[in-house]
């Protein structure tokens, strides 16, 4: 079973070359961030002519997360639990049943600058994050949480960490949120399988992709048991490189 998570920055802008990488690869599970629109305007048909059910949340052009499955989709939940106040009602979390595991795709806030108020509301979005997974037990059965985490982990995430040492995705808080999911009984499977080689996710549209400046911060978070049938981790650059592409690239996980 093939795992996928991809941020497409605009599920209207990309809807084909999406669908073309889906008929291609074939994952089982494939769960997108940053989809930029509202359910109603979201391309359902495209993905379920070639074979997926689709549960997408969507509530503006900003924001927006979908799970695309093959092997069904149930009990589907979209946001966190319970009454929400702006801005915790950004369309950031799905989550849903799918061949027998769990499956979260969050999109996670940008933070912008260290001193904005975006920063703090990203802190406090991974903390809610981290209490909606201690409620529903999530690591306590097979579960992967994937997505735009825009948080590099550790300095080996990133091209140039001097360059970063003073920004957002690289701040000690940030990584700090990404280490408190992970005391839940969480492993990050990227490094479980790659140990510290650089698995770029991000790259920047104004630097050739040749030149490697890139980030990790698309993340695939896995329960123990999850862990037990990792069978390997990569990254599809080549659709990186295509005509018209988001600035990251899928991620893909390879379980059983």
């Given at each position: ?7 497409v ?8 070359l999406v ?11 494939c769960c997108l961030?940053e989809?930029?629109c509202?359910?109603?305007d979201?391309?359902?048909e495209m ?25 069904g989709?149930?009990k589907?939940?979209?946001?966190f639990?319970?009454?929400?106040e702006?801005p915790?009602?950004?369309a950031?979390?799905i ?5 027998g595991i ?10 912008r ?7 703090l ?6 903390e809610?994050?981290?209490?909606e ?5 999530a690591s ?8 735009d ?8 995430d990133?091209y140039?960490?001097?360059r970063?040492?003073?920004?957002t ?7 700090a ?5 992970l ?5 990050d499977?990227a490094?479980?399988?790659d140990?510290d080689d ?5 790259w920047?549209y ?6 490697d400046k890139g980030?990790?911060i ?8 999850v ?15 295509a005509?018209r592409?988001?600035?990251?690239a ?7």
């Amino acid at each position: 079973m093939q795992v996928a998570t991809w941020n497409v920055n605009s599920i209207r802008a990309r809807a084909s070359l999406v669908a073309a990488w889906l008929a291609d690869q074939r994952p089982e599970i494939c769960c997108l961030q940053e989809t930029k629109c509202k359910d109603v305007d979201f391309p359902f048909e495209m993905f379920e002519d070639i074979g997926y059910q689709v549960a997408h949340y969507g509530l503006s052009h900003w924001n927006g997360v979908a799970i695309l499955s093959r092997v069904g989709l149930r009990k589907v939940r979209r946001g966190f639990s319970g009454y929400q106040e702006e801005p915790f009602n950004e369309a950031r979390s799905i989550s849903a049943e799918c061949g027998g595991i769990r499956v979260w795709s969050i999109y996670a806030p940008n933070g912008r600058t260290l001193d904005d108020p975006h920063y703090l509301f990203k802190l406090v979005w991974f903390e809610r994050l981290r209490g909606e997974l201690v409620a529903s037990k999530a690591s306590k059965g097979p579960t992967v949480v994937v997505g735009d985490f825009n948080v590099a982990p550790a300095d080996t995430d990133i091209y140039d960490p001097r360059r970063w040492k003073h920004r957002t995705h690289a701040s000690a808080p940030e990584r700090a949120a990404i280490e408190a999911l992970l005391a839940l009984g969480f492993f990050d499977l990227a490094r479980e399988w790659d140990g510290d080689d650089p698995s770029y996710t991000w790259w920047n549209y104004r630097s050739k992709l040749e030149d490697d400046k890139g980030l990790r911060i698309d993340l695939a978070l896995g329960s123990e048991e999850v862990l037990q049938e990792l069978k390997g981790v990569t990254v599809d650059r080549l659709a990186r490189r295509a005509e018209r592409p988001s600035d990251h690239a899928p991620l893909v996980v390879e379980l059983f």
